[in-house]
């Protein structure tokens, strides 16, 4: 069974198109992200949810709303594509401090590219 | 903003050769965590170090946390082209399982046979 699956794992589409992204985690983890990662293969934080609950919104564009229906699901959902939208959206889960530390596990990706 | 400056960004060698990807901030982290990313994957974690000063071996991979917590260090033996990826660190600005993790912007290793 995959820890971290997100859905689609390709998605083409067009400039001002709305489209989704699913996750699910089934390792029993609180914590929940999405991150991005662009061409450059930088991985920058979007968000991070705790137990369904917001915790960290960064300067992210408010055409970007998560959901979380329960602590086992993260989706986000893109209103207004733009160009600069194209990126790789990684879903990632964490339980309790393993060692000391905050350790992720990744979903395969979501390759977004927006035409 | 705290970053996480990693080196060098591409990296092409030998097969058998060493190599060394540093990861350097002037900010202290509770912990810094390496990870491996391969195409088409999400990055999975290599390892995490939390001491300053730690030293952990991965069978050829030789994992270390500067002493005063800034900085760190990957050093791969006799490279493989398994070894092939991207290498990124992160670093944990610590307060909790709140995802406070800031990554770098990898090292892309490539080994040929």
């Known amino acids: 069974d995959t820890a971290v699956s997100q859905t689609p794992k390709y998605l083409v589409t067009q400039m001002g198109n709305d489209k989704s992204i699913k996750c699910e985690q089934n390792l029993g983890h609180d914590t929940m992200y999405w991150y991005k990662q662009d061409s450059k293969k930088f991985l920058k934080i979007m968000f991070s949810?705790?137990?369904?609950?917001?915790?960290i919104n960064e300067t992210v564009p408010n055409r970007f709303s998560p959901k979380s229906p329960d602590k086992a699901h993260l989706n986000l959902h893109i209103n207004s594509l733009e160009l600069g939208d194209s990126a790789v959206y990684f879903c990632a889960s964490s339980g309790r401090w393993t060692a000391g530390a905050n350790v992720l596990t990744f979903g395969a990706g979501s390759r977004l590219t927006v035409l | 903003t705290q970053l996480l400056e990693q080196s060098p960004q591409f990296l092409s060698i030998q097969e058998g050769e060493n190599l060394t990807v540093y990861c350097n901030s002037s900010s202290v982290f509770s912990s810094l965590q390496w990870y491996r990313q391969e195409p088409g994957e999400g990055p999975v974690l290599l390892v995490t170090v939390v001491t300053g000063g730690e030293v952990k071996k991965l069978k050829r991979l030789t994992f270390q946390f500067g002493d005063a917590r800034k900085d760190s260090s990957l050093h791969i033996t006799a490279a493989q082209p398994g070894d092939t990826g991207l290498y990124l660190c992160?670093?944990?600005?610590?307060?909790?399982?709140?995802?406070?993790?800031?990554f770098g912007k990898g090292t892309k290793l490539s080994v040929k046979p």
């Open positions: 992160a670093g944990d600005r610590g307060g909790g399982s709140q995802g406070n993790l800031i």
């Open positions: 949810y705790n137990n369904k609950e917001l915790i």
